[in-house]
């Protein structure tokens, strides 16, 4: 089959690869329909994950039809399903938690090892990702072998398009545990920083759980004017300086609650920043937390701090002193995905939430290279990319022209 | 490579002992005691192993090298064991790439 195959920082291709196969009896097998390009893919991309390998498959943003069972698979061929991106057993302690990301079986014995030294204990596993959480091929592929398929996959009913359930797998039960973890409360101004899938699934989700106001903060026009379009109050970094803003709009007192959806490659030129930035490129530190570092100076008294934005290691100058001093509340974690599932499914068959305003483009597994590089040089224009091996190299889709004034 | 190890003790529910015979080309002894974790959270199987690693100190940093050190591949098969208890199956990233030297059905570090 042909795959979309990671051989290091900036050098993503397309390979012919063997097909899965059926390993385990829980296993299925199903063939790709739709596949996402996400934020962590660029983390992969810039070569900032530890534990990739040349010609790891790539893609953790996974749909499609199930076309092979192993005895013990629940799943029936020809079914539409959504595949969670976090591989989970469904029965060890921390699944039977619902902390599906924490699965303590999925990542393999041979794996797992070198993840309980660098975090104090085993990762758990996700598709298309390091070997540090798995070393399991990703979906961005014609075929994907998908484990315990019995307790993962999301059976989409028939009549769905992919774009309207996709999601389901990773941003937007990501967005919505973002917002589950700021612990909203009625009358809350909840200040979101990033404006990517993720920051925007972040902003519908605090509104939807009774955010009086959400105030969104980046630099491309675009994305914000996205995050506009939802309803939230927007700030460009370029524009003005954000922490007096945030306190000009909540009468001095800060946004009760913090959610940084940027991760670990914080952009701009504070002059944090560039430090880390240089770190990160001479091996002295991986992470450049600039947002992080400014969203718990601005976060009130008490406040809560959320973050779903990936990092990977240990941070510089990360304000500890501030976050104990104004006793801050902090929750984190890769999302536990299968936690959601039902209840998001359940809200887009019921038209309550918006899953595919964000999506800028379509296109083939073929031109995936050229995608990797607008998605990572072009965030303006290129706000989400699904990847569908059905298209042919070339057949782009654009299911958006971004004509906009500047925020 | 030969060794005759020798049940020593059998405490029936939460302790095996052995130990290898006079003989062996391994000097080796080991016990696994198994013991209830707090109310819902399953047992706790504790895995102890002696030995005399052939070739010395030289010979077990060899053994570590090549991923064949007693302490590596005992946790990794404790690991597997709880696999394989609460899953019904031994977890394995098996699954296609772009190298080689695999095959989408082999386990791959
Ligand atoms: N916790 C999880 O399970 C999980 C799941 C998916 C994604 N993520 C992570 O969430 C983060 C966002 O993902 P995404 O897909 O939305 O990525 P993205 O790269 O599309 O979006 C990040 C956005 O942050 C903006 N940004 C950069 N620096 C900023 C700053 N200093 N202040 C304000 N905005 C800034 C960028 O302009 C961009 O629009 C990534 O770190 C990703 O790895 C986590
Ligand atoms: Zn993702
Ligand atoms: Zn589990």
Redesign the pocket.
């Known amino acids: 089959m042909r795959a979309v195959t990671w051989h290091g920082r900036h050098d993503v291709r397309v390979d012919t690869v063997p097909d899965p196969e059926i390993v385990n009896p829980r296993d299925a097998i199903i063939r790709i329909t739709s596949t996402a390009i996400?934020?962590?893919d660029?983390?992969l991309y810039d070569g900032y994950i530890p534990g990739m390998r040349a010609g790891d498959i790539l893609g953790h943003e996974n749909m499609g039809e199930v076309v092979e069972v192993g005895p013990k698979s629940t799943l029936k061929k020809g079914q539409k399903v959504v595949i969670p991106f976090t591989i989970s057993c469904g029965e060890c302690f921390f699944c039977q938690k619902q902390q599906f990301?924490a699965c303590d079986n999925s990542n393999p014995s041979e794996t797992s090892d070198a993840s309980e030294v660098l975090m104090g204990h085993a990762m758990g596993a996700a598709f298309g990702y390091a070997h540090l959480t798995g070393g399991y091929a990703g979906g961005q592929a014609e075929y994907l072998r998908v484990p315990y398929s019995d307790v993962g996959p999301i059976v989409i009913p028939d009549g769905i398009e992919d774009d309207q359930v996709l999601f389901l797998s990773?941003?937007l039960p990501?967005g919505w545990m973002a917002a589950e973890n700021a612990m909203i409360e009625p009358g809350d101004t909840v200040a979101v920083?990033?404006?990517?899938?993720?920051?925007l699934f972040a902003i519908q989700s605090a509104f939807i759980m009774g955010a009086h106001r959400v105030i969104a903060?980046?630099?491309?026009p675009t994305?914000l004017e996205l995050a506009k379009q939802l309803g939230a109050d927007i700030l460009d970094?370029n524009e003005v300086d954000v922490r007096a803003a945030l306190n000009e709009m909540t009468g001095g007192i800060g946004p009760d609650a913090v959610i940084d959806?940027?991760?670990?490659e914080?952009?701009?030129m504070a002059i944090d920043n560039v430090l880390d930035t240089v770190k990160a490129h001479t091996f002295l530190g991986t992470e450049r937390p600039?947002?992080l570092r400014?969203a718990i100076l601005a976060c009130r008294k008490g406040g809560r701090v959320s973050i779903?934005?990936?990092y990977g290691g240990f941070a510089d100058k990360f304000p500890l002193g501030q976050m104990m001093e104004k006793g801050l509340t902090v929750k984190s974690?890769?999302?536990h995905v299968q936690k959601y599932s039902k209840q998001l499914l359940d809200m887009i068959l019921e038209g309550k939430i918006n899953t595919t305003f964000l999506v800028s483009h379509h296109a083939g597994l073929e031109d995936a290279p050229d995608m990797y590089r607008h998605w990572h040089d072009d965030?303006n224009e290129y706000t989400k990319i699904v990847l569908k091996p059905g298209l042919e190299k070339g057949e782009v889709e654009t299911l958006r022209e971004f004509a906009h004034e500047p925020a | 490579m030969k060794i005759v190890s020798r049940l020593v003790e059998d405490v029936p529910g939460s302790r095996l002992a052995w130990e290898s015979e006079e003989g062996s080309d391994i000097d080796t002894a080991g016990v696994i005691e198994f013991e209830d974790a707090p109310p819902g959270r399953g047992t706790y199987v504790r895995f102890l192993m002696s030995y005399d690693p052939p070739g010395g100190a030289i010979g077990r940093g060899i053994a570590k090298l090549l991923q064949r050190e007693p302490t590596v591949q005992a946790r990794r098969d404790l690991r597997r064991f709880k696999q394989l208890l609460e899953t019904g199956e031994v977890s394995v990233n098996a699954s296609p790439s772009a190298r080689k030297s695999e095959t989408p059905t082999e386990a791959r570090i």
């Open positions: 996400c934020g962590s660029l983390h990301s990773d941003i990501t920083w990033g404006c990517g899938p993720v920051g903060i980046d630099h491309y994305r970094y959806c940027v991760g670990m914080s952009h701009g600039h947002a400014q779903p934005g990936v974690g890769q999302t965030q």
